[in-house]
């Protein structure tokens, strides 16, 4: 079994953190992570900016060294940022744009089509949407005219996984994360997805799963293994993100 981990954060107090709704997160380096995930084969992974991280961009390269040319990372930008700077982060191992509409601290929806469009055309990014997938048909058009989109979590809700499989259909990724925040059934929503698009399912821990009311343990993993045999598992484990994030 090999992991390419498209989703989890690194939380480093060297750098700005911004109580978010309320909430500051607990720190968690690059040394936790690598602790908490010794007994999984990780290959790889995406490190993912969270709320609480707002625009700063110094934790994300430094964990990035850290942690090597087989991770990427998914940033939060406001839409003023210049091309220079989208260029220097993508030389520096950065390959998404995020928009948290969830929890904020990112770019404004409104900006979607635009930016999105911008950082694809300048770089190569697809954009991640951190939405509630009952909020999707809202934004819909938007989203299926543009080139690269992953949605975070499973959509999160029962309510809002039949508008999230009409853009699986249109070429919409999908994380398989968070398996412990969502409120959904998660063994049919995998289930569903894989079967509207196996490319479409990415796998990731969500660790240090801030706010989530179970927090990622090894079990999730082995519920994919559980549910798909050895080649869809590992599409969904390893090959669909690291295809998206690093040979699109």
């Known amino acids: 079994m090999r992991i390419f981990d498209a989703h989890f954060h690194i939380i480093d107090f060297n750098f700005p953190i911004i109580e978010n709704q309320g909430y500051t997160p607990p720190s968690y380096i690059v040394a936790d992570y690598q602790k908490d995930t010794v007994n999984l084969q990780i290959a790889g992974g995406a490190i993912v900016s969270g709320s609480f991280q707002g625009f700063d ?93 992953s949605i975070d979590h499973l959509g999160l809700s029962e309510e809002g996984l ?17 398996f412990g925040r969502v409120e959904l059934d998660v063994q049919h929503a995998l289930q569903a997805i894989y079967h509207v698009n196996p490319d479409a399912l990415m796998f990731g821990t969500d660790l240090p799963s801030t706010r989530a009311k179970r927090p990622f343990n090894n079990a999730d993993v082995e519920l994919i293994q559980q549910l798909f045999d050895q080649q869809a598992a590992d599409k969904i484990l390893y090959e669909n993100a690291l295809q998206w994030y690093f040979q699109r």
Do not use: M
């Open 162 to 178: 039949p508008h999230l499989l009409k853009l699986v259909d249109k070429g919409i990724r999908v994380k398989a994360t968070g």
């Open 57 to 149: 961009q110094a934790y994300l390269l430094k964990a990035l060294k850290q942690l090597g040319p087989t991770f990427c990372g998914v940033t939060q930008l406001p839409n003023t940022v210049t091309d220079d700077e989208i260029v220097h982060l993508h030389n520096n191992g950065v390959r998404a744009l995020r928009f948290n509409i969830k929890r904020g601290g990112s770019e404004d929806l409104s900006q979607l089509d635009t930016f999105a469009r911008r950082v694809y055309d300048l770089v190569g990014w697809h954009s991640e949407l951190y939405i509630d997938a009952k909020e999707l048909p809202e934004i819909a058009s938007t989203i299926e005219a543009l080139p690269a989109i």
